[in-house]
């Protein structure tokens, strides 16, 4: 590895240290603001798990990955985890006239609900990271390429951490006059700028509607537990969410990056029952928990995805966040046999690239 990749490595692994100790700082707002808005920011639902700010675990995190990357080894990829590109492509084109999902990698999910496209936390270039030369690389590359889509109807974004807000994604995206961008507040400018033709920034419980083929589109954007930064200086400046949606009488839930929580998901779960119809299938971030001290109130574990699911009401649970990047230190197939272990039938383990018809997410057991 060249000197100025270990530099590069050491830069960005190093920042995340030092931002993954911080604690966002700020007033509440008063009045009539929601308890999550504070004078300069955002916080966290109430009575969520908080963040651990040891710095020795931090630094012993940091060691950890930077002789990870100086290595330059890659973890053995879990067998049948990835669908070639000649059968994403014919699978895809398979399900191109019905509602269907697609996983292209990470949090990026592809889905298609009564005629409207909707892609979900975009990030098809090679790093996580705010640089090209460094930080968290694939190992897999993304299921379909963006050149294999379809025209995109809806972006949604979770909040603002790389890889879930990858700018140079959002550059690549053809047909932007087109496409309306949900996101959470604090985040419109990388879209207003960037020529999207509507962008929306939403707070939690929030609603958007669109026109679909047979009615409406509907999303919420619901609250998470989670934080927010780009750089040392915006810490938790943006807000951070969790969403459903549906139409055509289907529904999708993504939860972006969270921990879990007693009673907020199990609220979500009422609220989508009276305005999704439920929820089909949940998209559940289930990957970078360990080393758990560190990760604790920042991300669930396997165990806590199923809680998740489950007290939303989710009838399958597809795990993502797992194998695509290495971002943390657990083994890198042991989200997914950790959370199929705790869902049973309810868990729909998806290959990257796989497409799946609706009917086919809503089958009793793969």
Same mark, same amino acid.
């Given at each position: 590895?060249?000197?100025?990749?270990?530099?590069?490595?050491?830069?960005?692994?190093?920042?995340?240290?030092?931002?993954?100790?911080?604690?966002?700082?700020?007033?509440?707002?008063?009045?009539?603001?929601?308890?999550?808005?504070?004078?300069?920011?955002?916080?966290?639902?109430?009575?969520?798990?908080?963040?651990?700010?040891?710095?020795?675990?931090?630094?012993?995190?940091?060691?950890?990955?930077?002789?990870?990357?100086?290595?330059?080894?890659?973890?053995?990829?879990?067998?049948? +985890?990835?669908?070639?590109?000649?059968?994403?492509?014919?699978?895809?084109?398979?399900?191109?006239?019905?509602?269907?999902?697609?996983?292209?990698? +990470?949090?990026?999910?592809?889905?298609?609900?009564?005629?409207?496209?909707? #892609?979900?936390?975009?990030?098809?270039?090679?790093?996580?990271?705010?640089?090209?030369?460094?930080?968290?690389?694939?190992?897999?590359?993304?299921?379909?390429?963006?050149?294999?889509?379809?025209?995109?109807?809806?972006?949604?974004?979770?909040?603002?951490?790389?890889?879930?807000?990858?700018?140079?994604?959002?550059?690549?995206?053809?047909?932007?006059?087109?496409?309306?961008?949900?996101?959470?507040?604090?985040?419109?400018?990388?879209?207003?700028?960037?020529?999207?033709?509507?962008?929306?920034?939403?707070?939690?419980?929030?609603?958007?509607?669109?026109?679909?083929?047979?009615?409406?589109?509907?999303?919420?954007?619901?609250?998470?537990?989670?934080?927010?930064?780009?750089?040392?200086?915006?810490?938790?400046?943006?807000?951070?969410?969790?969403?459903?949606?549906?139409?055509?009488?289907?529904?999708?839930?993504?939860?972006?990056?969270?921990?879990?929580?007693?009673?907020?998901?199990?609220?979500?779960?009422?609220?989508?029952?009276?305005?999704?119809?439920?929820?089909?299938?949940?998209?559940?971030?289930?990957?970078?928990?360990?080393?758990?001290?560190?990760?604790?109130?920042?991300?669930?574990?396997?165990?806590?995805?199923?809680?998740?699911?489950?007290?939303?009401?989710?009838?399958?649970?597809?795990?993502? +966040?797992?194998?695509?990047?290495?971002?943390? #230190?657990?083994?890198?197939?042991?989200?997914?046999?950790?959370?199929?272990?705790?869902?049973?039938?309810?868990?729909?383990?998806?290959?990257?690239?796989?497409?799946?018809?609706?009917?086919?997410?809503?089958?009793?057991?793969?």
């Amino acid at each position: 590895m060249k000197m100025s990749t270990i530099l590069g490595v050491l830069m960005v692994a190093g920042l995340g240290v030092l931002l993954s100790a911080c604690t966002g700082t700020g007033k509440p707002r008063g009045g009539d603001a929601p308890y999550h808005h504070l004078e300069n920011g955002f916080r966290n639902p109430p009575n969520s798990i908080k963040r651990k700010t040891d710095l020795s675990i931090r630094l012993s995190f940091f060691y950890e990955v930077v002789t990870r990357s100086i290595s330059g080894k890659k973890p053995p990829i879990p067998t049948n +985890h990835i669908v070639s590109a000649e059968d994403a492509k014919a699978q895809f084109a398979a399900h191109a006239q019905g509602d269907s999902i697609s996983w292209i990698g +990470h949090a990026t999910f592809l889905v298609r609900l009564d005629g409207v496209t909707v #892609l979900t936390d975009p990030v098809f270039t090679r790093r996580a990271s705010p640089v090209s030369f460094a930080g968290p690389e694939r190992i897999i590359k993304p299921g379909l390429k963006i050149e294999d889509l379809p025209p995109i109807d809806v972006v949604v974004i979770s909040h603002a951490h790389y890889d879930h807000l990858d700018t140079r994604t959002l550059d690549m995206l053809p047909g932007r006059k087109n496409i309306t961008a949900i996101v959470p507040l604090g985040l419109g400018s990388y879209f207003t700028k960037r020529g999207f033709g509507t962008v929306h920034e939403v707070d939690w419980y929030d609603d958007i509607t669109l026109p679909s083929d047979s009615g409406e589109f509907r999303l919420t954007a619901y609250p998470a537990v989670h934080w927010s930064n780009r750089s040392p200086f915006d810490l938790n400046r943006s807000l951070w969410m969790s969403y459903g949606f549906s139409a055509g009488g289907r529904s999708v839930y993504h939860t972006g990056d969270t921990e879990v929580h007693d009673t907020v998901f199990a609220d979500i779960g009422t609220h989508m029952a009276e305005n999704h119809g439920g929820c089909d299938v949940g998209l559940m971030s289930i990957g970078a928990y360990s080393p758990r001290p560190m990760m604790i109130g920042a991300h669930m574990d396997p165990e806590g995805g199923v809680k998740i699911g489950r007290d939303l009401g989710c009838k399958r649970m597809v795990p993502m +966040h797992w194998g695509t990047f290495v971002l943390s #230190l657990e083994p890198f197939d042991e989200p997914r046999d950790r959370f199929v272990k705790a869902a049973g039938n309810q868990a729909l383990v998806m290959k990257i690239g796989e497409t799946l018809g609706m009917q086919e997410v809503a089958a009793a057991n793969r």
